[in-house]
């Protein structure tokens, strides 16, 4: 038994065996056998409350530590996507600005793609005046 469990039988046998006082010794060694079982009944109970205790705690943080991993997996996700978006903004910035950069590094397929937003540049500004047709009578 630990320091603990020894000093807490104490002062369970000296609250309990004063007041054996006016037996017989027979009457009084059962009694004492009786208490020191009891005792260390109350003593196992104990322990075990307090392991329970232990492992309740335990889990707890182990909760916390799932939790904890869980929203930092999150977070990383969340970089990592906004990182790609990032980068995929940027690579259509380049692409929109025609730099030879780009064009270098992008595949044919993606170079039909400034074409498209020339076009779309074009509609974008005002049309020009268009003049009225005339037609003549013949």
Partial sequence: MSKADKTLIEQLALSILPKLSGLNDKNAKKMVNTADKAIAII????????DQQVKALAELKEKEAKK????????????????KKAAKDKQIALLTKGTKIASAEVSPSATAS?????????????????????????
């Fill in 114 to 138: 400034p074409k498209k937003s020339i076009a779309k540049s074009k509609t974008a500004s005002p049309s020009p005046v268009r003049k009225k047709r005339t037609v003549a009578a013949k």
């Fill in 68 to 83: 904890a991993k869980k929203q930092l997996e999150k977070e990383a996700k969340k970089k990592d996507k906004l990182a």
């Fill in 43 to 50: 003593v196992k109970k104990f322990q075990k409350l307090k």
